[in-house]
């Protein structure tokens, strides 16, 4: 079964500093794997996500994250992060169904 | 282009009563899921339609749970009568045929409080 562990549930950073989200997961079929954003009293935003090809998949707002197949992981990471990315981050997988298997959330506070 | 819409956003009910939710997906978007997210848990899939028609409705928690899409546009979901683990904000999604592994739209969801 598939499945995605996002290992840190909230993660306080300051403002300008560099930020890793972990993300692992478990799967059997070809591996599609997205990281969405929700901001606070919004949708869940398409921040970015790799289908194949290069490991390394650039997002918005200056996200980018790194697939790595044998370490099953896709963390997601930004350089230097702003008060507005302050948000909850979902790692997610597609299941062998269609559907997304996501991880339980991220909350990033970024703090000045 | 508009995108998914969703309502109401919130909603509070009384344990027993019927609730129904709401969710247009973009024009022309033929692929429509249901997402549940209980607080504190993942996100989960509900059901997801193409067109008019249930593709898959393995992730909806029991009979309580009606889901229909009338016309292939818009989607409601009904549940009743509600009970109080049915609190949690619902999301639902769309995208086209073919191209969900892009992955797909999401609307605001609608956060659900039974009482």
């Known amino acids: 079964a598939q499945s995605v562990t996002q290992l840190d549930s909230q993660v306080p950073v300051f403002e300008e500093a560099p930020v890793e989200l972990r993300c692992n997961y478990s799967?059997?079929?070809?591996?599609?794997l997205f990281w969405y954003v929700q901001y606070p009293n919004q949708g869940l935003q398409l921040l970015l996500k790799?289908?194949?090809?290069?490991?390394l998949v650039k997002g918005i707002n200056g996200f980018e994250a790194e697939f790595n197949k044998s370490q099953t992981s896709f963390h997601l990471r930004k350089p230097s992060v702003h008060i507005s990315d302050t948000a909850e981050y979902f790692c997610a997988v597609k299941g062998s169904q269609g559907n997304l298997i996501f991880g339980k959330g991220t909350k990033l506070s970024v703090k000045p | 282009e508009a995108g998914v819409t969703q309502f109401p956003s919130h909603s509070v009910i009384e344990k027993g009563q019927t609730v129904t939710l709401r969710c247009d997906p973009i024009?022309?978007?033929?692929?429509l899921y249901w997402y549940r997210r209980v607080m504190g848990k993942e996100i989960k899939f509900l059901l997801h339609f193409v067109k008019e028609s249930k593709q898959d409705e393995s992730g909806m928690p029991n009979n309580r749970f009606l889901a229909e899409r009338t016309g292939g546009t818009y989607s409601t979901l009904k549940v009743q009568p509600a009970e109080l683990e049915d609190s949690g904000v619902y999301f639902c999604?769309?995208?086209?045929?073919?191209?969900?592994?892009?992955?797909?739209?999401f609307g605001s969801g609608t956060r659900l409080t039974v009482v």
């Open positions: 790799y289908l194949s090809g290069s490991t």
């Open positions: 799967s059997s079929v070809s591996v599609y």
């Open positions: 999604a769309s995208s086209q045929v073919g191209r969900g592994y892009y992955g797909y739209t």
């Open positions: 024009s022309g978007h033929d692929n």
